[in-house]
């Protein structure tokens, strides 16, 4: 099970910490992602990790930063410099990591979905 919390309304330029906690699995053996998704949109990926490995999707470079504390089962995704077109639900999501695969991809095919969290940025 995912719990993913802390979206809200912020301006442009504004800051938001989302956090995701895990249960009911090793969170050591999972990949575990934040993505989005806004209004006709696909959903995409945004920052994905497995062990200190991260993968950074475009929207995600140089603004949002991902850490995680498998002690608390919980990873945060810190959304910096907003803009409005970051408005959407974002959601996190995990999977087994593949073994022997080193890093992490952050394709939308998940296999754990959260219930998301909607992040609005106004203009």
């Known amino acids: 099970q995912l719990q993913a919390s802390g979206g809200g309304l912020v301006q442009t330029g504004g800051s938001l910490r989302l956090s995701c906690t895990g249960s009911?699995?090793?969170?050591?053996?999972?990949?575990i992602g934040w993505f989005r998704q806004a209004p006709g949109k696909e959903r995409e990926g945004v920052l994905c990790?497995?062990?200190?490995?991260?993968y950074f999707g475009s929207s995600a470079r140089g603004r949002f930063t991902i850490s995680s504390d498998n002690a608390k089962r919980t990873v945060s995704l810190n959304l910096n410099n907003l803009a409005p077109e970051d408005t959407a639900v974002y959601y996190c999501?995990?999977?087994?990591?593949?073994?022997?695969?080193?890093?992490?991809?952050?394709?939308?095919?998940?296999?754990?979905w959260g219930q998301g969290t909607l992040v609005t940025v106004s203009s």
């Open positions: 999501a995990a999977r087994k990591h593949s073994p022997g695969w080193i890093g992490v991809s952050c394709d939308v095919r998940y296999d754990y």
């Open positions: 990790i497995y062990d200190g490995h991260k």
């Open positions: 009911g699995f090793n969170f050591d053996d999972y990949d």
